[in-house]
C-alpha cells in the first residue's frame, strides 16, 4: 500500500459508500471499519522508518506553475495523529454501527465521516501549505455536515452553521498566512519554510503571520474567543462528537501550532500568545464546565479546557514542555474518547443525559462505569493513570517557565503554576461530578425516559478499548515514551531529545501542587451545591456567544438597510446617483490632475446673428423644461432641433444641417403621433421642493461640467488633427469631392453599416412592439 | 464663439440633466433628447469652429475639418433610431400600465 493510497484512500471508499450500501444493507459500517483499521496497521508498520529519523515522503506535481504540489511526509507528529484518526476512527466507527438506528440515512453518515477521515489525514500528512489549507477546509466541511446530520432539528442546524462561520473564518486567516509566509520564502512546503525560520522571524511580516496562522489554529481548536462552537456541536450523534469534537479536529489546530513552532516558535511574542491563549481557555473552559447540567456539554467544556492546556505546552517551547504537550494529547484522545463514548451508552440506554437525573447506574450498567470512572480519573489527573503523568509534567513545566528562555516574564512567572493549580482543581471537581452522583450516590430513579440496562457488548468494546488504554499508558508510560512520544517531540523542536516518563519524581513541587489539587478538589466536591450556588451568583460570564448572536442578524441587518438605502425602486434616485457619480469622479479628476486650463487666444468671431441663434436655443431648450403643455414642449424641442441645423449651416457643415433638418422632422411628426395617444404632462406640483432643489443643483452643475469640458477639449490640443488626410485623398483615393460622404461611405464605412444595422434593428424593434403584443393569457395578439 | 457655444452646450446639457430626472416618463424622452443635441454640439466645438470653407473639395483649402462632422451625421441618425424605439416604448408602456408616471413603475413588491 502505497503512502500515496493511505491519503486517498478514504475518499475513493467515500465514493463507493452509496454503491457498497445496496450489497451490504445494514451492515455497511463493518464494511467502512476496514479501511481505518488497514490504515492503521499500515502507520504501525511505518514505526520503526519514522523512529530511525526516516520520514516517508511522496512527491507529485500538482500545479508546479504556483508551487502548489501534493506532497505528503510522513514524520514522528504526523504519525502520532495518523494513529488518533485511524485509532479512534476504528472505535468509533464499530461503535457507530450499534449506536445508529439503522432507520437513521447510514449512507450520508459514512460518506461523511470517511470525507472526514481522508481531510483530516490529509491535513496531517500534507508537506504543502496549499494542500494542507484545500484539507484543512474539507473537516470543516465534513464536520459541517456531520453537526447538521439530523437537519430537521434547529438546534443541529445553528450549531452547524455556527461552527462553520468560525473555523471557515479562521481557515480564510490561515491561508492569509501563508500566502504571507510564501511571499518571503517562495515557497509552500513546509519543511523548506522551517529551513528560512530566521529570514521570517527577522521580517516585518513575521508578527502578522504568526497572528493569521494562529487565528486558524485557535478557532479550529476552540479556543477563546472562538471556543463557542464547540459546545453547538454536541448537537452532532455522539459518536461524531467523540471523533471530531474531542480526539481528532478540535487538535488540528495543536497540530498547526505545533508544525509552525519550527518556522514561527521560540520568540516572546509566539510564548505571549500562544501561552496566554492556551491558559485562559484551559481556565474559562474548565470553570464554564462546572456550571453544565448535559453531560455532553460538560465533555465539550472540558475539551476547551484541555486543548489550552496542551497549547500552553507547546507555547512553552522548551523540549520538556513540548513532551508534556504531545503526551497529554495523546491522553487526551484515549480519555476524552472514551467518555463521549460512555456519554453515548448512557443516553442510548437510558434516554437522557440531563445529570440532575441520573442516579447509581453502576448497579445496572457496571461496565459503563467502569469506563467513567477510569476515564473520569485520567482526566482528572489521577494516579495511576496516564492523566497524571502528563499533568506533572504539565505543572514541571509551568514551575520552569522562568528558568527557561523565558526570563522575561520573571514579575508575573508565579502566575503560571498558580492558573495551572486552579484549573486543574476545577477539573477535578467536574471529573468526579461526571461519574460519581451519575454511577454511585443513591438509587436508580424513574424519571429516565428508558429503562437503564447495560449496553450491548458493541457499544461496550471500544469503550472499554479506549478506557484500557488509560490504564496501560499509566502503568506502562514506556510504551509509546520511545515509539511514539519522542520522535513527535523531535519533529516539532528539530533536535534530538530523549524522552522518558517517571512515575515518581521525588518529592517537589509538581508532587505537592498534585496533592493539593486531589484534597482541595475533593473538599469542594463534597461541597458541590453550595460551589454550584456561588457560582450562580456570579454575574453572567463574559461570553462571545453574545456577540456571536448579536453580530450575524446585525450584519444581515445592516445589508438589508444599506441596500434599502440606496436600491429604493425609483429611476429617478438612480438617475441621480450615475450623474452624481459622474460628476464626482471627472470634476474631481479635472481638479486633482490640474487640467482647468482654458485658452482664449485661438476663438473664432462671433457675428450678432449667431448670439441671436444662441439665444433662440436657450430659449428653446428653457421652454422644454418650463412649458406646462406637453404640444408647446413639442414645438420648443422643434425649435432647438431646427437651431441646431441651422448652427450647422453656419459651421459650414452642409450634410449635417440636411440630415439634422430632416430628422428633426420626422422626429417631430413622431412625438406629435405618440403624444396625441400618451396623457398630459405630470403635475410636478406635489414634488417636494427638497426633491426640486437638488435636480435643479445636479442639472446646473451637469451644465456646467459639460461647459467646462467643452472648453478644455478646444483650449487644449495634444496633436495636429488628422483630418488634412481626408481633404488631400478624398478626391485621390475616394474619388469624390465631397470629404464628408467619402468619410461615412468609403473610409470608415463600417460605422455607417452598422448605423443602418441600428436603424433597421429599431425599425423592426418598433414594429414587433406594435404589432406584437402579449396578453395577460400569454396568447400573443394583434394590436390595432 | 467657442465660448459661446460652450455656455449653449452648457444650458443643453443642464436642461437635459433636470428632464431626466422628473417623474414624467415623456418628459425623460424630452431630456434625452435635449442632451443628444447637446453632445451634437459639443463634438463640433471640440474641434475648431468655422476654420476654412465647408469640406468639398473643390478649389483650394482651408476645408474645416471633416472627420467631425462624419461622425455627428452617425450620430445623427443613431439618436433618430434610439429615440424612435423609446417614444414607441414609453406609448406601449403606458397602455399597458396605464401610467406614465415613474414613481408607479417600481417592479413587483414580492420579490
Known amino acids: 500500500m502505497s503512502f500515496l493510497a493511505v491519503v486517498l484512500s478514504p475518499f475513493i471508499l467515500a465514493m463507493l459508500v452509496p454503491l457498497l450500501r445496496k450489497a451490504a444493507g445494514n451492515k455497511i459500517g463493518w464494511?467502512?471499519?476496514?479501511?481505518?483499521?488497514?490504515?492503521?496497521?499500515?502507520?504501525?508498520?511505518?514505526?520503526?522508518?519514522?523512529?530511525?529519523?526516516?520520514?516517508?515522503?511522496?512527491?507529485?506535481?500538482?500545479?508546479?506553475?504556483?508551487?502548489?504540489?501534493f506532497s505528503l511526509y510522513l514524520d514522528g507528529l504526523s504519525l502520532l495523529f495518523g494513529f488518533l484518526i485511524t485509532g479512534i476512527g476504528f472505535a468509533v466507527i464499530v461503535y457507530s454501527i450499534y449506536y445508529l438506528s439503522t432507520k437513521?440515512?447510514?449512507?450520508?453518515?459514512?460518506?461523511?465521516?470517511?470525507?472526514?477521515?481522508?481531510?483530516?489525514?490529509?491535513?496531517?500528512?500534507?508537506?504543502?501549505?496549499?494542500?494542507?489549507?484545500?484539507?484543512?477546509?474539507?473537516?470543516?466541511?465534513?464536520?459541517?455536515?456531520?453537526?447538521?446530520?439530523?437537519?430537521?432539528?434547529?438546534?443541529?442546524?445553528?450549531?452547524?452553521?455556527?461552527?462553520?462561520?468560525?473555523?471557515?473564518?479562521?481557515?480564510?486567516s490561515m491561508l492569509a498566512g501563508i500566502v504571507m509566509l510564501w511571499v518571503l520564502t517562495g515557497t509552500f512546503e513546509v519543511r523548506e519554510i522551517i529551513a528560512q525560520a530566521a529570514l521570517i522571524k527577522e521580517s516585518g511580516f513575521y508578527i502578522p503571520i504568526t497572528i493569521l496562522v494562529l487565528l486558524g489554529a485557535f478557532s479550529k481548536s476552540a479556543q477563546i474567543p472562538f471556543h463557542i462552537w464547540l459546545p453547538d456541536a454536541m448537537e452532532a450523534p455522539t459518536p461524531i462528537s467523540c471523533y471530531l469534537h474531542s480526539a481528532t479536529m478540535v487538535k488540528a489546530g495543536i497540530y498547526l501550532i505545533a508544525r509552525m513552532t519550527g518556522a514561527l516558535g521560540g520568540t516572546e511574542f509566539w510564548f505571549l500568545t500562544v501561552s496566554s491563549i492556551g491558559l485562559g481557555s484551559l481556565m474559562l473552559g474548565s470553570y464554564l464546565a462546572l456550571k453544565q447540567k448535559d453531560l455532553k456539554a460538560i465533555l465539550a467544556f472540558s475539551t476547551i479546557s484541555q486543548l489550552g492546556l496542551i497549547i500552553t505546552l507547546i507555547g512553552y517551547g522548551t523540549p520538556g514542555a513540548i513532551m508534556g504537550g504531545i503526551f497529554h494529547l495523546f491522553n487526551h484522545s484515549a480519555f476524552k474518547g472514551s467518555l463521549f463514548l460512555m456519554v453515548g451508552i448512557v443516553d442510548h440506554e437510558t434516554g437522557t443525559r440531563d445529570i440532575s437525573k441520573l442516579r447509581g447506574l453502576a448497579k445496572v450498567m457496571p461496565y459503563t462505569a467502569a469506563i467513567a470512572v477510569i476515564g473520569s480519573l485520567a482526566m482528572a489527573g489521577v494516579p495511576p493513570f496516564n492523566g497524571f503523568l502528563s499533568k506533572e509534567l504539565f505543572f514541571t513545566a509551568s514551575v520552569?517557565?522562568?528558568?527557561?528562555?523565558?526570563?522575561?516574564?520573571?514579575?508575573?512567572?508565579?502566575?503560571?503554576?498558580?492558573?495551572?493549580l486552579c484549573a486543574s482543581i476545577f477539573t477535578f471537581v467536574y471529573s468526579v461530578s461526571i461519574f460519581h452522583k451519575v454511577f454511585f450516590s443513591g438509587e436508580v430513579t424513574k424519571e429516565t425516559p428508558k429503562h437503564p440496562h447495560e449496553a450491548p457488548v458493541g457499544l461496550l468494546l471500544p469503550g472499554l478499548l479506549l478506557v484500557s488504554i488509560n490504564v496501560i499508558i499509566g502503568l506502562f508510560p514506556g510504551l509509546v515514551a520511545k515509539s511514539i512520544i519522542e520522535p513527535a517531540v523531535v519533529a516539532i523542536t528539530g533536535a534530538p531529545f530523549y524522552v522518558k516518563i517517571y512515575h515518581w519524581h521525588g518529592l517537589n513541587l509538581p508532587l505537592a501542587m498534585s496533592l493539593v489539587v486531589i484534597i482541595v478538589g475533593l473538599v469542594l466536591y463534597y461541597r458541590l451545591d453550595q460551589l454550584k450556588a456561588a457560582l450562580a451568583r456570579v454575574p453572567g460570564t463574559p461570553s462571545s456567544n453574545r456577540f456571536y448572536d448579536w453580530a450575524v442578524p446585525a450584519v444581515l441587518n445592516g445589508a438589508l438597510r444599506i441596500t434599502n438605502i440606496q436600491m429604493t425602486g425609483f429611476l429617478r434616485d438612480y438617475n441621480l446617483f450615475i450623474i452624481l457619480y459622474t460628476l464626482l469622479v471627472v470634476g474631481g479628476t479635472i481638479f486633482m490632475k490640474d487640467a482647468l486650463i482654458i485658452s482664449t487666444a485661438d476663438l473664432a468671431e462671433v457675428a450678432f446673428f449667431e448670439v441671436v441663434m444662441a439665444l433662440i436655443l436657450v430659449a428653446g431648450a428653457l421652454g422644454v423644461v418650463f412649458l406646462k403643455s406637453r404640444l408647446a414642449a413639442i414645438v420648443s424641442l422643434g425649435v432647438v432641433g431646427y437651431t441646431v441645423a441651422l448652427l450647422f449651416v453656419i459651421f459650414r457643415a452642409p450634410d449635417l444641417a440636411l440630415t439634422q433638418l430632416l430628422v428633426e422632422t420626422v422626429t417631430l411628426a413622431l412625438f406629435l403621433?405618440?403624444?396625441?395617444?400618451?396623457?398630459?404632462?405630470?403635475s410636478e406640483h406635489d414634488t417636494p421642493a427638497r426633491v426640486k432643489g437638488i435636480n435643479v443643483v445636479a442639472a446646473l452643475l451637469t451644465g456646467a461640467l459639460a461647459t467646462t469640458l467643452t472648453l478644455i477639449g478646444h483650449s487644449n490640443k495634444y496633436f495636429e488633427p488628422i483630418s488634412h488626410y481626408f481633404i488631400e485623398n478624398t478626391k485621390k483615393l475616394g474619388g469624390g469631392t465631397n470629404a464628408v460622404n467619402v468619410i461615412l461611405v468609403d473610409f470608415r464605412g463600417l460605422d455607417t453599416l452598422g448605423e443602418i444595422a441600428v436603424l433597421g434593428i429599431a425599425g423592426l424593434g418598433v414594429y414587433a412592439m406594435i404589432k406584437l403584443a402579449i396578453r395577460k393569457g400569454g396568447k400573443a395578439h394583434e394590436n390595432e | 464663439m467657442e465660448l459661446m457655444m460652450s455656455l449653449v452646450i452648457g444650458v443643453l446639457f443642464a436642461a437635459g440633466t433636470y428632464l431626466l430626472l422628473s417623474r414624467s416618463m415623456l418628459r425623460v424622452i424630452l431630456g434625452t433628447a435635449l442632451l443628444s443635441h447637446g453632445v451634437l454640439l459639443m463634438i463640433l466645438t471640440m474641434g475648431k469652429l468655422k476654420r476654412g470653407a465647408p469640406p468639398i473639395i473643390i478649389g483650394a483649402g482651408p476645408f474645416t475639418d471633416p472627420l467631425p462632422q462624419a461622425l455627428i451625421l452617425t450620430a445623427i441618425v443613431i439618436g433618430f433610431g434610439v429615440t424612435s424605439f423609446v417614444l414607441v416604448l414609453a406609448y406601449r408602456a403606458y397602455q399597458t400600465l396605464k401610467t406614465d408616471d415613474l414613481d408607479k413603475l417600481r417592479g413587483v413588491d414580492d420579490e
Open chain 1, 673 to 682: 403621433l405618440a403624444f396625441s395617444r400618451l396623457p398630459k404632462f405630470l
Open chain 1, 400 to 420: 520552569e517557565a522562568v528558568t527557561a528562555n523565558l526570563a522575561f516574564i520573571h514579575p508575573y512567572a508565579w502566575l503560571f503554576p498558580l492558573i495551572a
Open chain 1, 104 to 172: 437513521e440515512n447510514l449512507t450520508n453518515f459514512y460518506v461523511f465521516i470517511l470525507l472526514f477521515m481522508g481531510a483530516m489525514l490529509g491535513v496531517v500528512m500534507s508537506n504543502n501549505l496549499i494542500l494542507m489549507y484545500i484539507f484543512w477546509e474539507l473537516t470543516s466541511f465534513s464536520s459541517f455536515l456531520l453537526i447538521g446530520f439530523w437537519y430537521h432539528k434547529e438546534r443541529s442546524r445553528y450549531g452547524a452553521q455556527k461552527s462553520m462561520l468560525i473555523t471557515v473564518i479562521g481557515g480564510f
Open chain 1, 31 to 69: 464494511v467502512v471499519s476496514l479501511l481505518p483499521l488497514t490504515l492503521f496497521i499500515w502507520l504501525v508498520k511505518q514505526l520503526p522508518t519514522v523512529m530511525s529519523g526516516e520520514p516517508v515522503t511522496v512527491f507529485y506535481n500538482w500545479v508546479p506553475s504556483i508551487g502548489v504540489n
